[in-house]
């Protein structure tokens, strides 16, 4: 191995001799990485964009995959293709029932797409799963558990499952995957099951992007116990209380009664739709049809009304809102000048100089010469 001849290390001081001079020998990891790297591209040939729609719309599970990494992908010009894929499917998309399910960990939301999904198959559909974790970073998300728990879905070649996209922020996430739901649509999947924790803001999120959208609690569970906060409840159209089996099922009544009590006094998420409650179990199947049965009269009531087209189209709008948000925040936040006064803000405010509405001020007005300047 060829050596350097005479590297001095950063901390030699200055004008020092030859005697601070060390030989080492050049790493070899970037050699091993391009191997890798020209390994995978030779496995894995770049698709044109045609390539990658025309495998969507065939229903090339392979190139589904594909296209949703691609989607998925922070690299810019992954990007810029991504978006040439989606223009094109976009006029084949949109003809699914999206369903959103949330609830507690452990309530049994994989459980009962299972069920669910395995039910909507026999009956002929195509079934998209998917999830939102916005946490999936840290805790690397639930896939395991997800793939255990779906354990017959994930087999069938009429369902295609898709754990949550990792890295970014709850908007960076909800971006790809509502560009998720928009290729399966076009790959002819006519049901999506979105599911999401309960906790946190995730359920907002999910409900701006489905047509229905269902809570799932345990029966006996009390709220403080499942976390539920009053606001989850005036975004659901249905709630199931799970794990209405053996010992569980006088409890799951009672719960009902209480939940079908607090329902009463809210306002309802979906105009002329009154949220239901109803006693389940996905471990037995129990109320599984009773549950689509709802779901399609939700459909018809709301496609009838134009109450489903209407939301469909608020919820573009709102997406394309959501996403310059998104830019202007981020946009504010990594501004070099505004990080660089942040400190300094944040310590005055600790220490009672400034008001937050002088500190706001302050900040924006950084942020505005800066703007000024580039111009
Ligand atoms: N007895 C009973 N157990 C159930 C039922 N549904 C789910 N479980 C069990 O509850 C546990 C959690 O179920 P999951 O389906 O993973 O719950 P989840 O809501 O998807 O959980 P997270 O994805 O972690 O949020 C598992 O051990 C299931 O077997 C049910 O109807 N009855
Ligand atoms: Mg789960």
């Given at each position: 191995?060829?050596?350097?001849?005479s590297?001095?290390?950063?901390?030699?001081?200055?004008?020092?001799?030859?005697?601070?001079?060390?030989?080492?020998?050049k790493?070899?990891?970037?050699?091993?990485?391009?191997?890798q790297?020209?390994?995978?591209?030779?496995?894995?040939?770049?698709?044109?964009?045609?390539?990658?729609?025309?495998?969507?719309?065939?229903?090339?599970?392979?190139?589904?995959?594909?296209?949703?990494?691609?989607?998925?992908?922070?690299?810019?010009?992954h990007?810029?293709i991504?978006?040439?894929v989606?223009?094109?499917?976009?006029?084949?998309?949109?003809?699914?029932?999206?369903?959103?399910?949330?609830?507690?960990?452990?309530?049994?939301?994989?459980?009962l797409?299972?069920a669910?999904g395995?039910?909507?198959?026999?009956?002929?559909?195509?079934?998209?799963?998917?999830?939102?974790?916005?946490?999936?970073?840290?805790?690397?998300?639930?896939?395991l558990?997800?793939?255990?728990?779906?354990?017959?879905?994930?087999?069938e070649?009429?369902?295609?499952?898709r754990?949550?996209?990792?890295?970014?922020?709850?908007?960076?996430?909800?971006?790809?995957?509502?560009?998720?739901?928009?290729?399966?649509?076009?790959?002819?999947?006519?049901?999506?099951?979105?599911?999401?924790?309960?906790?946190?803001?995730?359920?907002?999120?999910?409900r701006?992007?489905v047509?229905?959208?269902?809570?799932?609690?345990?029966?006996?569970?009390?709220?403080?116990?499942?976390?539920?906060?009053?606001?989850?409840?005036?975004?659901?159209?249905?709630i199931?209380i799970?794990k209405?089996d053996?010992?569980?099922?006088?409890?799951a009544?009672?719960?009902?009664?209480?939940?079908e009590?607090?329902?009463?006094?809210?306002?309802?998420?979906?105009?002329?739709?009154?949220?239901?409650?109803?006693?389940?179990?996905?471990?037995?199947?129990?109320?599984?049809?009773?549950?689509?049965?709802?779901?399609?009269?939700?459909?018809?009531?709301?496609?009838?009304?134009?109450?489903?087209?209407?939301?469909?189209?608020?919820?573009?709008?709102?997406?394309v809102?959501?996403?310059?948000e998104?830019?202007?925040?981020?946009?504010?936040?990594?501004?070099?000048?505004?990080?660089?006064?942040?400190?300094?803000?944040?310590?005055?405010?600790?220490e009672?100089?400034?008001?937050?509405?002088?500190a706001?001020?302050?900040?924006?007005?950084?942020?505005k010469?800066?703007?000024?300047?580039?111009?």
């Amino acid at each position: 191995m060829k050596k350097n001849k005479s590297y001095k290390p950063d901390w030699t001081p200055e004008n020092a001799g030859e005697e601070f001079a060390v030989s080492i020998v050049k790493g070899v990891e970037n050699k091993i990485n391009k191997t890798q790297e020209a390994d995978k591209t030779l496995k894995r040939k770049t698709l044109s964009v045609d390539e990658y729609v025309n495998g969507v719309l065939n229903f090339d599970r392979n190139i589904l995959a594909r296209t949703i990494t691609l989607i998925e992908s922070n690299n810019l010009n992954h990007q810029e293709i991504a978006q040439q894929v989606l223009r094109k499917l976009l006029p084949h998309s949109g003809k699914s029932l999206r369903i959103g399910i949330t609830g507690v960990p452990g309530a049994g939301k994989s459980t009962l797409i299972e069920a669910l999904g395995m039910f909507l198959i026999n009956q002929g559909h195509k079934v998209a799963v998917l999830t939102i974790d916005p946490s999936s970073t840290v805790t690397k998300g639930s896939i395991l558990g997800d793939k255990t728990r779906m354990e017959k879905l994930s087999k069938e070649k009429n369902c295609f499952i898709r754990p949550s996209p990792t890295g970014g922020t709850l908007g960076g996430v909800a971006r790809k995957s509502r560009e998720t739901i928009t290729v399966c649509e076009a790959a002819g999947f006519d049901i999506v099951l979105i599911e999401t924790v309960g906790v946190g803001q995730s359920e907002v999120t999910v409900r701006s992007m489905v047509d229905f959208f269902l809570l799932v609690l345990i029966a006996g569970g009390g709220d403080e116990l499942q976390g539920i906060k009053r606001g989850i409840m005036e975004l659901v159209d249905a709630i199931l209380i799970n794990k209405a089996d053996g010992d569980n099922e006088k409890k799951a009544n009672i719960s009902k009664a209480d939940y079908e009590n607090a329902l009463h006094y809210l306002q309802p998420a979906t105009k002329g739709w009154k949220p239901k409650v109803f006693t389940g179990s996905a471990l037995t199947g129990k109320g599984i049809s009773e549950l689509w049965n709802t779901i399609k009269e939700f459909e018809k009531i709301t496609k009838q009304s134009g109450v489903f087209e209407q939301r469909r189209k608020e919820q573009l709008f709102q997406w394309v809102q959501r996403m310059v948000e998104d830019w202007i925040i981020n946009e504010f936040y990594s501004n070099e000048n505004v990080k660089k006064v942040s400190k300094s803000i944040e310590q005055e405010i600790i220490e009672g100089k400034i008001t937050p509405t002088l500190a706001a001020e302050k900040l924006i007005e950084v942020y505005k010469r800066t703007l000024f300047k580039e111009k």
